[in-house]
């Protein structure tokens, strides 16, 4: 982007922090730093976990095309988060242990190619490949960084994690329990639950995420947190000065964060609404209180929940989708893409096969008018700036809190009337391909009408069919059996075949 930092338009996002929408304004004039809680990489990436990983994307290239310098991370965690991560602690098990035992016990079909599926670091490898092949075909800008800035969590544990831990420890907000383990001291931090509206004592009671019982005798409050967890018997563990064992989830984000982006105090922190507590609590109490500084970023910025067909995502109710799902049943990765960000970040989306189709046309629309001003220019383009009447609409509806619906109608309004705004085919396709720096849907310049739209849309029980296949494919009968009996209370009598599973509906 070419903008100087005076051109830069006035932005203003909610932020989570403060609970309010605010102006927008950096650290640093003209540069952003940006991090993303990116996946973790135990099983393919779904569209709940998407929806947030394009939001970060939308909002990134917002931001450049409005003529801020980005640096953008992301991390990749592939120890650590544990199975219950609504508590503080992490309760349950490493969810890369649990899914490596997983895959070994059922030899879940697709992914014959991990060599070693009993190991949790193979299993992040292949989990990680498959993500970046995914994001790439969203055109997620920062899978293409992946070796720069998007950081695994395990290459970090000896010269980033462990020093904060110490860190913390020796301000006195961490502690060595009973059982050796190592927890941060929420009391030492009076802004915890800033971030959440927890407060210490609903924490104490529970409210806002269980506390687990198992290591309360250890603990100084009920709310304290894990940030290092002593375990020999653990496949991914690192010697420490509190014995052998590994780090807790939280102290993972602010480690990498600080290490990679080289900054105390960065400018934006996403996430899925999810993280806020208690991962993204815990994220601010450590990192301040390991820098002394009074913040860790300026704006936090939430997606909300995504639901599907009006009910939350459900493996059991054959509503669940990865992406790799979606494209098998030959949606474009684009329409994908464009479904993903059409609503606005901070309300629930619910994701429909009918909103699908509505993203094709939508997307199609734009594509038929790139190629119609390309032709009519030969594909010829005029330079336009950010003062440009359309763009100028474009980034101001994004600037008000990443209004993409706003900016999506001036999009389709000059696509409807190019002739009111622009005087050449030459600079209405400047201003389309202008715009599609922070949408993505045309990705091929001046051949948009040889790009494939197809967006085949499967009925109810298709999926559940291909479920069921599945199911007994890994000779998972007790699931198989399950769908088999949901089909049959929706209606459908089901027949095995050669060629798979068949559902007839059944006359009324």
């Avoid at 198992?214 to 000065?241: C, E, N, V, Y």
């Avoid at 220019?377 to 509806?397: A, M, W």
């Amino acid at each position: 982007m070419t903008q100087t930092n005076t051109d830069i338009l006035p932005i203003n996002f909610y932020n989570t922090l403060t609970h309010s929408v605010e102006p927008f304004c950096t650290v640093e004039p003209g540069k952003v730093f940006m991090y993303n809680c990116g996946p973790t990489v135990y099983d393919y990436a779904h569209i709940g976990n998407f929806r947030a990983f394009i939001f970060g994307d939308i909002l990134r290239r917002f931001l450049e095309l409005a003529g801020y310098d980005v640096t953008q991370v992301m991390n990749i965690t592939d120890v650590g988060h544990m199975t219950d991560d609504d508590i503080a602690d992490g309760g349950g098990e490493d969810k890369m242990e649990a899914a490596a035992k997983r895959l070994k016990e059922s030899k879940k079909s697709g992914v014959a190619d991990i060599d070693n599926p009993d190991d949790p670091y193979a299993v992040a490898e292949f989990f990680t490949d498959a993500f970046l092949e995914d994001a790439k075909k969203l055109s997620v800008a920062i899978a293409e960084e992946h070796d720069t800035n998007m950081p695994h969590a395990t290459a970090f544990v000896e010269n980033s994690m462990i020093p904060m831990i110490q860190t913390l420890i020796d301000n006195d907000h961490a502690y060595v329990a009973d059982d050796g383990a190592v927890y941060f001291s929420v009391e030492s931090f009076p802004e915890y639950g800033k971030l959440s509206g927890n407060t210490l004592d609903h924490i104490r009671g529970g409210a806002g995420g269980r506390v687990e019982d198992t290591h309360q005798a250890s603990k100084r409050h009920p709310g304290d947190f894990l940030l290092w967890k002593p375990d020999t018997t653990h496949i991914m563990k690192w010697d420490s000065p509190w014995g052998v064992g590994y780090p807790g989830w939280h102290i993972e984000c602010s480690a990498m964060a600080r290490s990679v982006l080289k900054r105390d105090v960065i400018d934006i922190h996403t996430g899925g609404e999810d993280n806020i507590f208690p991962h993204h609590e815990c994220e601010i109490a450590q990192s301040c209180c390991s820098t002394g500084q009074a913040h860790f970023a300026k704006f936090w910025m939430h997606t909300r929940f995504l639901l599907v067909e009006g009910t939350k995502m459900s493996k059991s109710k054959g509503n669940f989708y990865t992406i790799r799902d979606l494209i098998d049943q030959g949606i474009d990765p684009v329409v994908i893409r464009y479904e993903l960000f059409k609503a606005h970040y901070r309300s629930n989306m619910n994701f429909t096969m009918q909103g699908l189709k509505d993203s094709a046309s939508a997307v199609q629309k734009i594509r038929n008018a790139a190629a119609k001003f390309a032709d009519q220019s030969g594909n010829q383009i005029t330079q336009v700036d950010n003062n440009h009447p359309i763009i100028k609409r474009f980034l101001e509806c994004l600037a008000d809190d990443l209004n993409v619906s706003g900016a999506l109608a001036v999009v389709f309004e000059f696509i409807k009337n190019p002739d009111e705004d622009t005087s050449t085919p030459s600079e209405a396709l400047a201003v389309i391909e202008k715009i599609d720096h922070v949408l993505c849907v045309l990705k091929q310049k001046h051949g948009y009408k040889d790009v494939p739209m197809s967006v085949h849309v499967v009925n109810e029980s298709e999926a559940l069919c291909k479920q069921l296949d599945e199911a007994r494919a890994n000779k998972d009968y007790a699931t198989a059996d399950k769908v088999r009996d949901q089909l049959n209370e929706m209606g459908y009598d089901v027949k095995t075949t050669k060629e798979g599973t068949i559902a007839t509906k059944r006359l009324a």
